[in-house]
């Protein structure tokens, strides 16, 4: 205890939103004669400040879009702050999309050696925890067979068993307490409390509060790119219950957990949003039975709409989240519907 | 400076990892693998030698390896570049989840296209013998021309991954780029017989290949194309080095 590991000074991180998106030669120069170039400043962190000392267990409380992930991605060094500096000591393991670094080509076992690497494991430590991982992740015959083949629960489990077979200073979790069946939760829970024990710092992320104050011994609030509170996890958490979720049910329902999907959340979030304007349905309002047409043809209505927008927005080359983002921002707006 | 050395020396087992990455799977599922590295430059010099042997008359028998040499240089630079440039893209799932230095993306790639060039040189090897062009103490020089083209592509590479992630049409402009000079290589023509010399001056891997061509021909290096090409691969990488560090804390807003 006292040992800051963590250091968040007065970081803020700046997004420049382009009004229309400008990504070929031919428009950026037309717009930039025309002097059309316009940007729509957003600022997703203000002026963050906080330290996290050594053994703390800090969870990160706020609504969707109020700067988490884009904190957690700073302190891990994936997103430069533009302003502010932040100062880590130790090990990181980031927990955040298990698996982004696979080869779909690669089989399970390659994919061990190249995740590996990626997360900065150097060779001979790889090739010690070669079996530990394999049985942890329990592929069995399937670690030879291409990562492309794999289902989504096989490929968090191996992302799981990768990054936790460190014992790192710093854990930083978001929302990955849940992946694969049950008996696999169980027993990533289990290795994530050892983690614990030992006296790892963690970061964690997460929308159930249960979570949080059965984790954490300390919490902080974001909201709107702002730190509003900061504190022991019971009285943040009772906080947080009282100001924020209330506040969001007055506009909309709370959101239930999905399992596992912790990244994609900001995603989803706009499309069902999107969803149900386009459907002219309040998401506060049940569909009531006599509307006539059942809420699965209205979908099918206006997917192709919903589906060439999300397409246009983002396309970027990682197009293969895109098909199961929408499938679950539309089985997230049923069930917020029904 | 020596914090990146550092960096550098943490993430080594990495690029090897990547690099190795892309030369398996380049090769993976397909019936001859590695061996293509070797084919595909026999095939492409024996369809150059029959189209192009009316230029150089039919009294030079040593044309195959005079195509070959320049050949070679080309298809490298141009698939290293290549690769390089999508390297930041066809990555970004893993640069929006972990912390690697960026510049790992392109190097791996001009690494595994440098891999698979040196063992193509296989094929100009025994080209040499079966056409009686049989080495000096000059092929011993040839190392020169090949760190040049090796730095000429990793500048170049550094530059279009940069350029590549904030403009898309990159690729194309540079697939007809590439076009352009390969023609004004002499890949498969005598550059002596040109009238317009200066075209030769604004082509970077031009007098990489002649010098290249000296070391395999048994000649002395040419100090002049020596100068020039390196003027070109230095000031390529300088600028490289310099654009991509600038701008690569925002790939990640791009991608």
Same mark, same amino acid.
């Given at each position: 205890?006292?040992?800051? =590991?963590?250091?968040?000074?007065?970081?803020?991180?700046?997004?420049?939103?382009?009004?229309?998106?400008?990504?070929?030669?031919?428009?950026?120069?037309?717009?930039?004669?025309?002097?059309?170039?316009?940007?729509?400043?957003?600022?997703?962190?203000?002026?963050?400040?906080?330290?996290?000392?050594?053994?703390?267990?800090?969870?990160?409380?706020?609504l969707n879009g109020a700067g988490k992930s884009t904190l957690l991605k700073i302190i891990a060094g994936v997103l430069k702050a533009t302003e502010g500096k932040v100062t880590v000591k130790g090990k990181i393991a980031p927990l955040l999309e298990l698996g982004a670094g696979f080869d779909p080509q690669y089989t399970g076992a390659e994919n061990i050696y190249l995740y590996g690497a990626v997360l900065g494991y150097p060779k001979d430590f790889i090739r010690e925890k070669y079996n530990e991982i394999v049985e942890f992740s329990e592929l069995g015959e399937f670690i030879h067979v291409p =990562?492309?083949?794999?289902?989504?629960?096989?490929?968090?489990r191996l992302g799981f068993a990768i990054a936790t077979i460190v014992e790192p200073d710093i854990l930083i979790l978001d929302e990955v307490l849940s992946v694969g069946d049950a008996k696999f939760r169980k027993k990533s829970e289990k290795r994530i409390m050892d983690m614990f024990d030992k006296g790892a710092t963690v970061l964690f992320v997460s929308h159930t509060i249960e979570q949080v104050m059965a984790i954490c011994n300390r919490a902080i609030i974001l909201d709107n790119g702002s730190l509003v509170a900061d504190g022991p996890a019971e009285e943040i958490c009772k906080l947080y219950e009282e100001k924020f979720i209330e506040r969001e049910s007055g506009a909309m329902k709370p959101r239930k957990e999905k399992d596992g999907k912790a990244k994609k959340k900001k995603k989803k979030k706009t499309v069902s949003v999107e969803v149900s304007e386009e459907l002219g349905i309040d998401p506060e309002k049940k569909i009531s039975k006599d509307n006539g047409k059942n809420i699965n043809e209205i979908i099918a209505e206006n997917m192709s709409d919903v589906l060439s927008e999300f397409i246009t927005e983002k396309t970027s080359d990682n197009y293969e989240n895109k098909p199961e983002g929408i499938a679950d921002a539309i089985s997230d707006s049923i069930s917020d519907n029904n | 400076?020596?914090?990146?050395?550092?960096?550098? /020396?943490?993430?080594?087992?990495?690029?090897?990892? @990547?690099?190795?990455?892309?030369?398996?799977?380049?090769?993976?599922?397909?019936?001859?693998?590695?061996?293509?590295?070797?084919?595909?430059?026999? $095939?492409?010099?024996?369809?150059?030698?029959?189209?192009f042997i009316n230029f150089r008359g039919k009294s030079d028998h040593t044309f195959p390896i005079y195509i070959l040499t320049g050949r070679l240089l080309y298809s490298f630079f141009s698939h290293?570049?290549?690769?390089?440039?999508?390297?930041?893209?066809?990555?970004?799932?893993?640069?929006?989840?972990? +912390?690697?230095?960026?510049?790992?993306?392109?190097?791996?790639?001009? $690494?595994?296209?440098y891999v698979i060039f040196v063992i193509s040189l296989i094929v100009l090897l025994g080209a040499m013998f079966i056409f009686k062009v049989y080495p000096t103490k000059y092929i011993l020089y040839s190392f020169i021309p090949l760190t040049l083209i090796f730095i000429l592509s990793l500048g170049f590479g550094m530059i279009l991954a940069t350029l590549a992630v904030f403009f898309r049409d990159m690729e194309y402009l540079w697939d007809v780029t590439l076009m352009l000079i390969m023609y004004t290589a002499a890949i498969f023509y005598d550059a002596a017989k040109i009238k317009d010399q200066?075209?030769?001056?604004?082509?970077?891997? +031009?007098?990489?290949?002649? /010098?290249?061509?000296?070391?395999?021909?048994?000649?002395?290096?040419?100090?002049?194309? @020596?100068?020039i090409s390196m003027a070109y691969s230095f000031a390529a990488l300088f600028v490289g080095l310099i654009l991509f560090y600038r701008k690569q804390d925002k790939f990640i807003l791009y991608i």
């Open positions: 205890m006292g040992k800051e =590991v963590v250091k968040v000074e007065n970081v803020s991180m700046k997004f420049n939103l382009m009004e229309n998106k400008v990504d070929n030669l031919k428009e950026y120069v037309i717009k930039l004669i025309k002097n059309e170039l316009r940007y729509q400043e957003f600022w997703a962190l203000k002026d963050i400040s906080f330290t996290v000392n050594k053994g703390d267990r800090l969870g990160i409380l706020g =990562v492309k083949n794999y289902s989504s629960g096989m490929k968090a | 400076m020596s914090s990146a050395i550092k960096n550098f /020396n943490k993430y080594k087992y990495l690029l090897m990892e @990547l690099t190795k990455k892309n030369i398996k799977l380049k090769y993976r599922r397909s019936y001859l693998g590695i061996l293509w590295t070797l084919l595909e430059p026999i $095939l492409t010099t024996i369809v150059l030698t029959i189209v290293a570049t290549k690769q390089a440039m999508k390297s930041i893209r066809s990555n970004s799932g893993m640069i929006k989840k972990v +912390y690697v230095p960026k510049y790992i993306y392109p190097l791996s790639n001009i $690494l595994s296209s200066w075209v030769f001056y604004c082509n970077p891997i +031009y007098h990489i290949i002649v /010098n290249f061509r000296n070391c395999i021909y048994g000649h002395p290096i040419d100090m002049l194309a @020596l100068k």
